[in-house]
Every structure is written in structure tokens, then in C-alpha cells.
């Protein structure tokens, strides 16, 4: 019905820079918020930075200042531009959207399948 593909992920020297792109598609009505999340080996799943269809942002404190999430509503795409990377940014990063489907009430959340991003000292 609806998939989130993500792209961009990569190799990169700490104080590097990678730009995470994810493209929505499918039956879709409406997306309302989406967001990157993260997950590195033996820890839990954690948010990233977040935007409302209005362009309203939250980041994590570890990534304030560094990333900046924006989206493209006209194309159903969500990016998060990542400077000065750090070691300790090493995951694979999530994409996320919640996803009003076509002649539907209600919202679903999606994820999409990852994206290695890993950062080497």
C-alpha cells in the first residue's frame, strides 16, 4: 500500500557530511509527520529529528545543531542533511511517516527498511 525507500546512507570520515533522502509512495491521501530514526548495534531504536506537514521540527539533543530535517511535501519526501558526524553516529537510520491512505479515515505509521550510516574515527 505505501513504502518509505530511503537512500544516501554511507561511509564517511567523522566530520564528514551525509544527506539522507526517503521517498514515499503508494495510495496515499496525506502524510502527516515524518521523522528519521536510528538504531545502533545493542541499543534500542531512537528518534532522530521530526517534521510536521508544516514544517515544525524536533531533534534529538545529541544531533541539535549538526542535523537538519526538512521535507518536500509536493514530492512525499522527507532528507536529513547530517554535518560534522560523529563516531558515535554509526546506526542504521529509519524512515518514518504517518500515512493517511487514499478514500481512508485514519493514520498509519510506516517505517522504511534502513539505511547503514557508519562514521569512522
Known amino acids: 500500500q505505501v513504502q518509505l525507500v530511503e537512500s544516501g546512507g554511507g561511509l564517511v570520515q567523522a566530520g564528514g557530511s551525509l544527506r539522507l533522502s526517503c521517498a514515499a509512495s503508494?495510495?496515499?491521501?496525506?502524510?502527516?509527520?515524518m521523522g528519521w530514526y536510528r538504531q545502533a548495534p545493542g541499543k534500542q531504536r531512537e528518534l532522530v529529528a521530526s517534521?510536521?506537514?508544516?514544517?515544525?521540527?524536533n531533534y534529538a539533543d545529541s544531533v541539535k545543531g549538526r542535523f537538519t530535517i526538512s521535507r518536500d511535501n509536493a514530492k512525499n519526501m522527507v532528507y536529513l542533511q547530517m554535518n560534522s558526524l560523529k563516531p558515535e553516529d554509526t546506526a542504521v537510520y529509519y524512515c518514518?511517516?504517518?500515512?493517511?491512505?487514499?478514500?481512508?479515515?485514519?493514520?498509519?505509521?510506516?517505517w522504511g527498511q534502513g539505511t547503514q550510516v557508519t562514521v569512522s574515527s
Open positions: 503508494g495510495s496515499i491521501g496525506s502524510i502527516s509527520a
Open positions: 518514518n511517516a504517518g500515512v493517511r491512505l487514499l478514500y481512508s479515515i485514519g493514520s498509519t505509521e510506516y
Open positions: 517534521i510536521s506537514t508544516g514544517g515544525s521540527t
